[in-house]
Nanobody, 110 residues
Framework: QVQLVESGGGVVQSGGSLRLSCVAS??????MGWYRQAPEKQRELVAH???????KYADSVKGRFFISRDNGRNTVTLEMNDLKPEDTAVYYC??????WGQGIQVTVSS
């Protein structure tokens, strides 16, 4: 069973930056990405990247968030810039939406 370990969340003021990292316990040949879930809202895609390096972003984060993966180190990173209060959520690392991390809280204060 693949394990995903997330790190890097926290509390930041509006306009600030955070970096989330996710390390997989084994090599991942599938798409890796990040989803988020705010209170009383459905889980939604933030960004993902295929094994071959093709990326996809939610419209709400385009130009502010950047995803990157290191296939040799089994990691995927989400750089989040110009954070807004509406980015507040629990962020989940995922492999092909079939394996999920435990989630990590990101809170953006206004």
């Amino acid at each position: 069973q693949v394990q995903l370990v997330e790190s890097g969340g926290g509390v930041v003021q509006s306009g600030g930056s955070l970096r989330l990292s996710c390390v997989a316990s084994t090599q991942i040949l599938k798409t890796m990405g990040w989803y988020r879930q705010a209170p009383e809202k459905q889980r939604e895609l933030v960004a993902h990247e295929t094994w071959g390096g093709v990326t996809k972003y939610a419209d709400s984060v385009k130009g502010r968030f950047f995803i990157s993966r290191d296939n040799g180190r089994n990691t995927v990173t989400l750089e989040m810039n110009d954070l807004k209060p509406e980015d507040t959520a629990v962020y989940y690392c995922t492999v092909a939406r079939s394996i999920w991390g435990q989630g990590i809280q990101v809170t953006v204060s206004s």
